[in-house]
Nanobody, 124 residues
Framework: QVQLVESGGGLVQAGGSLRLSCAAS????????MGWFRQAPGKEREFVTT???????YYADSVKGRFTISRDNARNTVYLQMNSLKPEDTAVYYC??????????????????WGQGTQVTVSS
């Protein structure tokens, strides 16, 4: 069982930056693939980025070059650095985890554990 707690959301102006954190419980964090998803009002939850223990990083085209995912296995934490934020980035951001099968996935159904979400609002 893995418990995930996100933090770092807030209100920022367009062009600004935020860093989200996701702290995971458990001693086996290093074997999990971690992902960030987001959900805007009235829309489905969508893939943002993922980082594996056995693969690298992958990003949605909409955030490529602006967002960076990283992980600190010693701290059981994954981060999402968001730069050059746009109003369309406004959403609730969720951290997710699954045992790493060696290939990445953008599919919400493939992730077993989810955090409660943190709101990110980008004003124009």
């Amino acid at each position: 069982q893995v418990q995930l707690v996100e933090s770092g959301g807030g209100l920022v102006q367009a062009g600004g930056s935020l860093r989200l954190s996701c702290a995971a419980s458990g001693r086996t964090f290093r074997i999990y693939a971690m992902g960030w998803f987001r959900q805007a009002p009235g829309k489905e939850r969508e893939f943002v980025t993922t980082i594996g223990s056995r693969y690298g990083t992958y990003y949605a085209d909409s955030v490529k070059g602006r967002f960076t995912i990283s992980r600190d296995n010693a701290r059981n934490t994954v981060y999402l650095q968001m730069n050059s934020l746009k109003p369309e980035d406004t959403a609730v951001y969720y951290c997710a985890a699954r045992p790493d099968p060696g290939t990445y996935s953008r599919d919400v159904r493939h992730y077993d554990y989810w955090g409660q979400g943190t709101q990110v609002t980008v004003s124009s």
